[in-house]
């Protein structure tokens, strides 16, 4: 019998299971595909990323830059995973899916203290556990997860996935390449629309036919998450202050501003794959192709993946977690990943982090690290155990809103965010002295 078992195999799973494998314990990691998969998953790989290829802004200004930052420093397999697999995207950290999750998958499944088992898991396993299992938990295991919670109902929202378009099907007579919003390097393909397009496009995507959801509801959708349908119903402008705003993106052949600009940003690293930024969608895929067809640079565009929506589900954290992602109700149980309320990719990798890294020191007798929430890791902790000051808890991207503030006034917000990050840091050092000394 394993040390602790990990229950899933995603981006918050494989960080767990590495983790507590270089600590000497030995793991089984359950993960259902390829013999189930999800209605997002389509690989049998590890760690596969099923919305954007994005791990978001890079910089320490954006508390997602300091989260990497600090994952880098705890010497997380995520991270060095994407660092190796880096695609140009100007100032945001992005990868080639399909690389990055190999190199994952690979290393989890040659690490001999990690066991892979496969299947679908409908209970617990004995001792301690780490419970990965995402926003789409299988209808087998939630059953287990309720009784254990003590409720029959949890907390849910719904997500959806943007397209991906061949690059050699886009017209490069009607676009350019351009960095983002006038930051960074020139990594975006830029397809604009003047005012009678943008009009015409907005009437047409407000009004297509969406398939079906069960139980979906514009209200339901996570606002980081947004279906580019539903920001169209909300105003004529929407986009344009959105997904499709054209600050900062002069057209090379013309100097010109346009109305309107749709960006495509790498989603591999050839540059064969682009995904529409921002396109998160539930359109039928007729309904996709007729309208995206309407930009003018994806009038011909080869649609290699159609948008997807689906609904995911998260536990009540501050009624049910404590600052370690554990059960209250029964500690040997803790949870990490997007089924405990972090929302995004890195925050996953955070919360499996942070399990993983309290788990293998309780079981070695050790007092827990408490990361401060003066970090990105700990606030992200204790935001999901505390939840927010008004009682209505939702996912959360990290953000400087939940990480504790330095004492003192400081002028601008890029000047507070760095210090704020530099104090993280310095808080962070100890911590990690602390964990390698092994005390």
């Not at 830059?65 to 880098?72: I, S, T, V, Y």
């Not at 079906?212 to 514009?218: I, K």
């Not at 954290?317 to 029964?330: E, N, Q």
Request: aromatic share 8%.
């Amino acid at each position: 019998m394993a040390d602790i078992s990990v229950i899933g195999a995603g981006l918050a799973g494989s960080e767990a299971a590495w983790q507590l494998a270089k600590r000497g314990l030995t793991v089984d990691l359950y993960e259902m595909k390829p013999e189930k998969m999800t209605p997002a998953h389509t690989s049998p790989l590890f760690s596969e990323l099923v919305c954007s290829n994005s791990l978001r802004g890079d910089d320490l200004s954006n508390a997602v830059g300091l989260l990497k930052e600090e994952l880098r420093r705890l010497d997380s397999l995520i991270m060095f995973s994407a660092e190796k697999h880096r695609v140009p995207a100007g100032g945001a950290l992005a990868v080639d899916r399909e690389a990055f999750a190999r190199t994952i998958t690979d290393a989890i499944r040659s690490e001999r203290n990690i066991r892979v088992v496969e299947g679908e898991v409908t209970a617990f396993p004995e001792g301690e556990c780490i419970v990965a299992t995402g926003p789409l938990t299988s209808d087998g295991l939630i059953p287990a997860i309720s009784a254990a919670c003590g409720q029959a109902d949890f907390l849910h929202f719904f997500d959806a996935a943007a397209p991906l378009i061949a690059a050699d099907s886009i017209d490069m007579t009607k676009a350019w390449f351009g960095s983002r919003y006038g930051k960074g390097t020139a990594d975006y393909i830029n397809c604009p629309m003047d005012k009678q397009q943008y009009d015409a496009f907005v009437a047409e995507l407000a009004a297509a036919e969406e398939a079906p959801v069960h139980g979906f509801e514009d209200a339901g959708v996570f606002e980081g998450c947004m279906p580019v349908e539903v920001m169209a119903r909300r105003g004529q402008d929407t986009l344009r202050y959105g997904p499709l705003k054209p600050v900062g993106l002069r057209d090379p052949a013309t100097g010109q501003s346009h109305y309107a600009v749709v960006q495509l940003r790498r989603d591999n690293d050839e540059g064969s794959v682009y995904n529409l930024v921002g396109f998160q969608t539930h359109l039928t895929f007729p309904e996709q192709r007729r309208v995206f067809g309407m930009i003018p640079a994806l009038e011909k565009a080869e649609f290699l993946r159609y948008g997807k929506m689906h609904r995911n589900t998260f536990l009540n954290g501050p009624a049910l977690l404590d600052r370690y992602y554990r059960l209250r109700s029964c500690p040997r149980i803790a949870f990490a990943g997007q089924i405990t309320g972090v929302e995004g990719y890195v925050e996953s990798c955070a919360s499996g982090m942070l399990a993983a890294l309290e788990a293998a020191r309780r079981m070695k007798g050790l007092p827990p690290l408490d990361f401060p929430g003066t970090t990105a890791i700990g606030a992200l902790a204790l935001y999901v155990s505390t939840g927010p000051a008004g009682g209505d808890f939702q996912p959360m991207n990290v953000n400087y809103g939940i990480i504790r503030r330095p004492e003192g006034r400081i002028r601008g917000k890029r000047e507070r965010n760095l210090a704020t990050a530099r104090q993280a840091l310095e808080d962070l050092a100890p911590i990690i002295e602390r964990e390698r000394a092994g005390v």
